[in-house]
């Protein structure tokens, strides 16, 4: 049938139009149907709809419909839409994200295993917090596996073979033993009857598989599913969905392979895209940006491979041409960008029209310093402002006791960073003696560093420490002391140890911060600490105002699902921007999710499009910068070129490009299978058992041992 347009019913607003390809989708109620929904083409509609249209129309009960979604936000946003086009009392607890439903699901089944329904479930941090314990019980040293490597270890054992690991190790009846530190961690969680988000799902799938009156009923019971951002899902997702619709057949899956950004965490898009529906509908109306900047965005994302072909177009009109700007500095960069947003703002444009997107959460600093000068508010949309993150503040406070040891609020922030023993009964009885003698505290430690309550080597060691710096700040900039602070306080290694690794990015960028400090200042006086201190002292006040009328700043993965009249997407700086981490431990795969998230990122534009890249040097290693090959990849007609990039920089990318290209194809570079024998010249021959992707390591089984290895030690045989 061909429509231009329908309405559709709810019960409290009356018509609503769809465009013909929603309608299709609302009305596609049997069998499986896979909806790829563009960005900006009204997905969330189609699913409240077609909610509505199984209610409303035809009959259906909530209680035999489950509609899942991502995030509790997105649940949220659901069960609000569907409320207004349903009556009262049909939104239920079926419309939740899939951990909420395995959650529901085993509070009723989990008792099958052993397991009492009030269950633990623990988050990441909590998970971190067992994995350390079962690290440290066997001597396992986080200066080298961080408890984020470790509990991605831990998932891929889970991974692995779920019945097995079940089983074995989180049943109450499994062996008590404990034979390495990654079955301690699963010991731990079966003492406390924990599961973390994995195991919800595993738990979920083992007790289907095992018992058949539960996969009975729930299989019966749901006679609908709806999946919202399928793309996302992994594998196990995706089974566990196929067993709840296996009995009526009704699977309804929207998503947009185009916009898969978490397979980094476990999402497979190519089961979406390989998905045999019997009904497909492909959704590329676009409703939210001009012509031009769709354009972008289907020449970027037209160089992928995984993907279901599409075009989105669009009925508006374009406004302004999209702007490429090539600036010959972060700095100039980042004037650019407030420059921008200042002059339109003074135009007439609020500030909320605006939002600043970067790949990695340490490029926001610059933006940040130059908006706090114009005095233009912002905030960091789910994040922290760079002075305010913790790393950051560590750091300063350091340099601020150096400075002066007057500063109490400084030394409380770092006697124990890293840890040196000194808890709150400590701090408290320092406490007492310096307000006794009317002086600082680190002045009352200096005074009992030779009490029996202070006389120990790591207080003496902080007390030398803020001494010798005090000489090393008359001697070098502080760029070079805060540096060197790092290293002789250990707290580098501290974050070294850290689960996430944008610490190290923020302190690198904190470093590379002072020394563009110290570049812009012409007299030697006000390259000295104090004056630093002074300077960083302006970005550092909290600003508890609401975020409404500000400009945005975020992360690219933060901004999905979110549009803005006005985008700038900043740090276009090939091996940032795709980053060559990710495409080096993941390959095709992990350059066709960077660009993926390209897409996203210029899809949040409505009106206006700002791209952007810097001249200078890479932080991490010294090495020139060049634009992004994705600037190369959009056609020139499409864009205003703006600050005269010498054609050279683009040879520079095409050649970061190839030699990448050829590091990855150098010999037989994608991992050995399980089973691959190999050779060890110590340990002798083994096979294959997994390979980790984030150590790019192998899990080698020699006879009756296991070992974990790095490639360059084996020998395929």
Same mark, same amino acid.
């Given at each position: 049938m061909s429509r231009e347009s329908h309405n559709s019913t709810g019960a409290a607003n009356g018509p609503i139009i769809l465009n013909a390809r929603q309608q299709d989708a609302v009305e596609a109620s049997e069998g499986r149907v896979?909806?790829?929904?563009?960005?900006?083409?009204?997905?969330?509609?189609?699913?409240?709809?077609?909610?509505?249209?199984?209610?409303?129309?035809?009959?259906i009960s909530p209680g035999n419909i489950l509609c899942l979604t991502f995030t509790n936000k997105a649940a949220q946003e659901m069960k609000h839409r569907i409320a207004r086009l349903v009556d009262r009392g049909s939104v239920n607890d079926f419309i939740c994200t899939i951990h909420s439903f395995c959650v529901k699901f085993l509070r009723r089944?989990?008792?099958?295993?052993?397991?009492?329904?009030?269950?633990?479930?623990?988050?990441?941090?909590?998970?971190?917090?067992?994995?350390?314990?079962?690290?440290?019980?066997?001597?396992?040293?986080?200066?080298?596996?961080?408890?984020?490597?470790?509990?991605?270890?831990?998932?891929?054992?889970?991974?692995?073979? #779920?019945?097995?690991? #079940?089983?074995?190790?989180?049943?109450?009846? +499994? +062996?008590?033993?404990?034979?390495?530190?990654?079955?301690?961690?699963?010991?731990l969680q079966l003492k406390h009857f924990a599961l973390d988000y994995d195991d919800l799902i595993y738990f979920t799938i083992y007790i289907l598989n095992h018992f058949p009156d539960a996969r009975e009923y729930w299989t019966d019971k749901l006679n609908y599913l709806m999946v919202d951002e399928v793309q996302d899902c992994s594998s196990d997702d995706w089974k566990?969905?196929? #067993?709840?619709?296996?009995?009526?057949?009704?699977?309804?899956?929207?998503?947009?392979?185009?916009?898969a950004i978490y397979e980094w965490r476990g999402a497979n898009p190519k089961i979406f895209v390989n998905f045999k529906a019997s009904t497909d509908i492909i959704l590329n109306q676009n409703y939210r940006s001009t012509p031009d900047i769709l354009e972008i965005a289907n020449t970027i994302i037209a160089n992928n491979r995984n993907r279901v072909p599409k075009e989105l177009y669009t009925l508006r009109l374009n406004e302004t041409r999209s702007v490429y700007h090539h600036a010959k500095s972060e700095r100039d960069e980042a004037d650019f960008v407030a420059e921008t947003i200042q002059k339109e703002i003074k135009g007439g444009a609020s500030p909320r029209e605006f939002a600043v997107l970067y790949r990695s959460s340490f490029l926001s600093r610059g933006i940040e310093q130059r908006l706090l000068r114009m005095k233009?508010?912002?905030?960091?949309?789910?994040?922290?402002?760079?002075?305010?993150?913790?790393e950051i503040k560590d750091v300063i406070c350091y340099l601020r006791l150096v400075a002066s040891e007057a500063d109490d609020m400084a030394f409380t922030r770092v006697i124990n960073m890293p840890s040196r023993k000194f808890g709150a009964t400590s701090m408290q009885h320092l406490?007492?003696?310096?307000?006794?003698?009317?002086? +600082?505290?680190?002045?009352?430690?200096?005074?009992?560093?030779?009490?029996?309550?202070?006389?120990?080597p790591a207080l003496r060691s902080f007390i030398a420490l803020i001494d010798n710096a005090r000489e090393w700040a008359a001697q070098m900039p502080v760029s070079e002391l805060a540096d060197k602070i790092l290293n002789e306080s250990k707290l580098a290694d501290h974050y070294r140890m850290d689960e996430r690794e944008d610490r190290l990015e923020n302190i690198a960028e904190?470093?590379?911060?002072?020394?563009?400090?110290e570049l812009s200042q012409d007299d030697d006086d006000d390259r000295l600490l104090y004056a630093y201190l002074q300077e960083v002292a302006l970005y550092t006040n909290p600003d508890a105002d609401v975020d409404n009328e500000k400009v945005k700043l975020m992360t690219i993965h933060q901004s999905k699902g979110l549009e803005f009249p006005t985008v700038f997407v900043v740090g276009l700086t090939e091996g940032v921007f795709p980053n060559h981490r990710s495409i080096r431990e993941r390959r095709q795969d992990g350059e066709e999710e960077e660009r993926r998230l390209m897409y996203v990122a210029v899809t949040r534009a409505e009106r206006m499009l700002y791209l952007s890249d810097s001249?200078?040097?890479?932080?991490?290693?010294?090495?020139?910068?060049?634009?992004?090959?994705?600037?190369?990849?959009?056609?020139?007609?499409?864009?205003? #070129?703006?600050?005269?990039?010498?054609?050279?920089?683009?040879?520079?990318?095409?050649?970061?490009?190839?030699?990448?290209?050829?590091?990855l194809m150098e010999g037989d570079n994608a991992p050995w299978p399980a089973g691959t024998e190999v050779e060890h010249r110590a340990f002798g021959r083994g096979k294959v058992v997994r390979f980790d992707p984030a150590s790019q390591s192998y899990r080698i089984r020699f006879g009756d041992k296991e070992r974990d290895l790095i490639a360059r030690v084996l020998r395929k045989i």
């Open positions: 896979r909806v790829v929904a563009g960005a900006g083409s009204g997905k969330t509609r189609v699913l409240a709809h077609r909610y509505a249209f199984l209610v409303n129309e035809l009959g089944e989990i008792y099958r295993i052993g397991y009492p329904k009030n269950f633990t479930v623990i988050d990441e941090e909590d998970a971190k917090l067992l994995a350390k314990q079962a690290m440290e019980e066997f001597g396992v040293d986080r200066r080298k596996l961080t408890a984020e490597r470790f509990l991605t270890k831990v998932a891929a054992l889970k991974g692995y073979n #779920i019945d097995q690991y #079940i089983q074995r190790h989180l049943l109450p009846a +499994s +062996s008590p033993d404990c034979p390495d530190e990654l079955v301690r961690y699963m010991r566990l969905l196929n #067993i709840l619709a296996e009995k009526h057949g009704n699977l309804f899956v929207v998503g947009d392979p185009d916009q233009i508010p912002y905030s960091v949309w789910g994040g922290v402002r760079f002075f305010e993150r913790k406490r007492a003696a310096a307000e006794a003698n009317g002086i +600082s505290l680190m002045q009352a430690l200096r005074l009992g560093v030779d009490s029996p309550r202070f006389n120990k904190l470093i590379n911060s002072m020394r563009e400090f001249e200078g040097y890479m932080n991490d290693n010294g090495a020139l910068k060049y634009p992004s090959r994705f600037i190369s990849e959009i056609p020139e007609v499409l864009l205003t #070129i703006e600050g005269n990039p010498d054609p050279s920089l683009f040879e520079g990318t095409r050649n970061m490009v190839n030699l990448l290209n050829a590091e």
